[in-house]
C-alpha cells in the first residue's frame, strides 16, 4: 500500500521500529504507529535515499533519544542523499556523510514518527545481547551493520559497556572522533566508573586537539585504573607537549613499569 519495498519493510521489523501482529490469513496488521514510520521510510525511499542509509539513519536516531523520553515525534527528511532531524534547535546533517543526532530532543508540529515500544524489561535485555553479539560477529565483514546493530543494542539497554567500547573502538579507527566525543559522552552518564570510557573520551579529545580537556579525560581513567597503561603514556606525551618534564617522567615510567 506504501509502496515501500520488503527488505526496508523487513529490516524495521527486524529492528523493532514496527511491531506486526498475524491476521488471520497470516497477513501483516499494522498500527496507526507504525503507519506513520512506514510512511516515514516511504517518503525517504521516494526521495531516493538509499535502503540502508534510511535503516542506519533510523537506528542512529533511536540509539540518541534520551531514556526518559515521552511519547512524543520527530520530522525526518532527506537532504539529497543525507537524512536530517528537525527539533526546536533547528535541522540536523552531517557534511562527512555521517549522520550526527543531538541527544535534546523536543515535540514538532507537522507529520510525527513514533519510535517507541513497550517490550518486557527481560526481553529488552535478551535482545540487547542478541544484538550485541550479532554487532561482533559482523565488525570484520560488514562494519555498516555492526554499527546499526551496536547502536540497537545500546537504545533497547543504554548501560552495555562493551557496545560503547566496541562501537569506540570502531570509530576510532575511522578516525570519526567528533562522534566518538558524542558517544563517550553519552556513555559515561550511563556508566561513569568505568575508565576505559574517560580513556576513549581522552583518545577522541586528543585527536581534536583538545588537549587540556584530554589529559582530563586520561587523569579521570587512571583514577578508576592505575593500571591503565596507555593512559599513562598517552598523558605522558601531553605533559610533554606542555612543558611538564616531571609530570611526563612520572607517567613515563608508570607505563614502562607496568609494560613489564
Not at 84 to 105: E, H, I, K, N, T
Not at 119 to 148: C, G, I, M, W, Y
Not at 217 to 233: I, N, S
Amino acid at each position: 500500500m506504501l509502496g515501500l519495498s520488503r527488505g526496508i519493510v523487513s529490516g524495521l521489523i527486524a529492528a523493532g521500529f514496527v511491531t506486526p501482529t498475524r491476521g488471520s490469513r497470516n497477513e501483516l496488521r499494522f498500527t496507526f504507529q507504525d503507519l506513520a514510520l512506514l510512511r516515514t521510510a516511504h517518503a525517504l525511499q521516494v526521495q531516493r535515499v538509499p535502503p540502508r542509509r534510511i535503516l542506519q539513519s533510523l537506528a542512529r536516531l533511536r540509539a540518541s533519544l534520551p531514556a526518559e523520553l515521552p511519547l512524543t515525534g520527530l520530522r525526518i527528511t532527506a537532504i539529497g542523499a543525507d537524512v536530517a532531524v528537525r527539533d526546536r534547535s533547528g535541522r540536523w546533517r552531517s557534511d562527512s556523510g555521517q549522520l550526527l543526532m543531538d541527544f535534546d530532543v523536543a515535540q514538532v508540529g507537522g507529520n510525527v514518527t513514533l519510535l517507541e515500544r513497550a517490550p518486557s524489561a527481560q526481553d529488552e535485555a535478551n535482545d540487547a545481547q542478541a544484538l550485541f553479539e550479532r554487532a561482533l560477529s559482523l565488525e570484520d565483514t560488514d562494519p555498516a551493520a555492526a554499527e546499526v546493530a551496536y547502536l540497537q543494542a545500546l537504545a533497547l539497554a543504554p548501560g552495555l559497556e562493551d557496545a560503547y567500547l566496541n562501537l569506540g573502538a570502531m570509530w576510532a579507527d575511522a578516525g570519526r572522533f567528533v562522534e566518538l566525543v558524542r558517544l563517550s559522552a553519552a556513555a559515561l552518564k550511563q556508566c561513569p566508573e568505568s575508565a576505559l570510557l574517560h580513556f576513549n573520551l581522552g583518545v577522541a579529545l586528543d585527536h581534536l586537539e583538545r588537549l587540556d580537556d584530554a589529559a582530563d579525560a586520561y587523569e579521570r581513567a587512571l583514577q578508576l585504573d592505575p593500571t591503565l597503561a596507555d593512559a599513562h603514556f598517552n598523558l605522558a606525551e601531553l605533559r610533554k607537549q606542555a612543558g611538564d618534564e616531571r609530570g611526563a617522567l612520572r607517567h613515563y615510567s608508570a607505563y614502562r613499569r607496568l609494560q613489564r
